[in-house]
């Protein structure tokens, strides 16, 4: 989908409902499934501190410099990773989710989806890493 069709054909009703939830003193969880980079401005459309994006594969670094000051963050632990990487890798990619785009606060570390063949001792490690500098200064 072109982001003029995301636009005019999904945006206005995406909208209108989160804000509806919003309204309704709840706070959405939107499941941003696939790369949607050229998209992440008009998530600033919300208020602020109202919304989660759990991100798949969306660029996590840039969409905390977008919406960073607006919605909480989560996600874009590569599954893959926590299957065939190393410790080394799975630290290394940890620290640098939470120093980075926890940095202020507003992020959840969590996978990008499903964690069926993951390594349990890989995800492990991630907790355990999550729990150790889970605020970075």
């Known amino acids: 989908m072109s982001l003029k069709q995301f636009e005019t054909l999904y945006w206005p009703g995406l909208k209108k409902l989160t804000l509806a939830l919003i309204e309704k003193g709840l706070t959405p969880c939107l499941f941003v499934e696939g790369d949607c980079g050229s998209r992440l401005e008009c998530f600033t459309e919300f208020p602020k501190g109202k919304v989660l994006a759990l991100l798949d594969s969306t660029d996590i670094f840039r969409a905390k410099e977008i919406l960073g000051n607006t919605m909480c963050l989560a996600g874009n632990m590569p599954p893959s990773l926590l299957s065939a990487g190393t410790a080394e890798q799975v630290t290394e990619y940890t620290k640098k989710l939470i120093c980075i785009v ?17 390594n349990p001792a890989l995800v492990k490690l991630w907790a355990d890493l999550t729990h150790q500098y889970g605020i970075c200064q």
């Open 102 to 118: 926890g940095k202020g606060g507003g992020f959840i570390t969590s996978s990008r989806t499903a964690l069926d063949d993951a």
